[in-house]
T-cell receptor
């Protein structure tokens, strides 16, 4: 049973437009959410995170929105650039342990078309 | 380069052989994690170390898998009697445990192919 879901395996966006990547989760104990970006043949790279006490976090072109009641978060990239083409993983942590075990979604492959 | 380093990058072996992977975390990071990733899936947690202590193992980690982190620095992941289903990317990550969630920094992984 997947606790973190990314229902869109792929997404194509024109350069300069907004990319919106969605993520849903089922475990109400999750308290911290992260987005990672992964290029082929490389490991995932941390992009941005948000605590469950917030509903928005912004870092440059990247903004993450959290809707706790809907158990939904989204990553907005504005404006999208060809270099943003990668697989994006949503991840979540449950504050039930003393360490940072995170659960990853299956990923969404973003293609930004020049 | 001070990132997480994994060796080898690729490993091809015959079914039934033993394999060992190595991970060198970022030097000041006390937490080290192993993940497995298969095609179309996100990384799946395998095991976790706080310094040299292995604090949790996933049920994905069968008896054929063993991980060590002697002296709390580098870590090794060994798979004995490899099976076809072990073919995957094995990722190592490290983080600095400070009591609140710290992003994990990943290596580029070791891709294991079982013939």
């Amino acid at each position: 049973d997947q606790q973190v879901k990314q229902n869109s395996p792929s997404l194509s966006v024109q350069e300069g437009r907004i990319s919106i990547l969605n993520c849903d989760y089922t475990n109400s104990m999750f308290d911290y959410f992260l987005w990672y970006k992964k290029y082929p043949a490389e490991g995932p790279t941390f992009l941005i995170s948000i605590s469950s006490i917030k509903d928005k976090n912004e870092d440059g072109r990247f903004t993450v929105f959290l809707n706790k009641s809907a158990k939904h978060l989204s990553l907005h990239i504005v404006p999208s650039q060809p270099g943003d083409s990668a697989v994006y993983f949503c991840a979540a942590r449950a504050d039930q342990t003393s360490y940072d075990k995170v659960i990853f979604g299956p990923g969404t492959s973003l293609s930004v078309i020049p | 380069d001070t990132g997480v380093s994994q060796n080898p990058r690729h490993k091809i072996t015959k079914r039934g052989q033993n394999v060992t992977f190595r991970c060198d975390p970022i030097s000041e990071h006390n937490r080290l994690y192993w993940y497995r990733q298969t095609l179309g899936q996100g990384p799946e947690f395998l095991t976790y170390f706080q310094n040299e202590a292995q604090l949790e193992k996933s049920r994905l980690l069968s008896d054929r898998f063993s991980a060590e982190r002697p002296k709390g620095s580098f870590s090794t992941l060994e798979i004995q009697r490899t099976e076809q289903g072990d073919s995957a990317m094995y990722l190592c990550a490290s983080s600095l445990g400070t009591g609140y969630a710290q992003p994990q920094h990943f290596g580029d992984g070791t891709r294991l192919s079982i013939l």
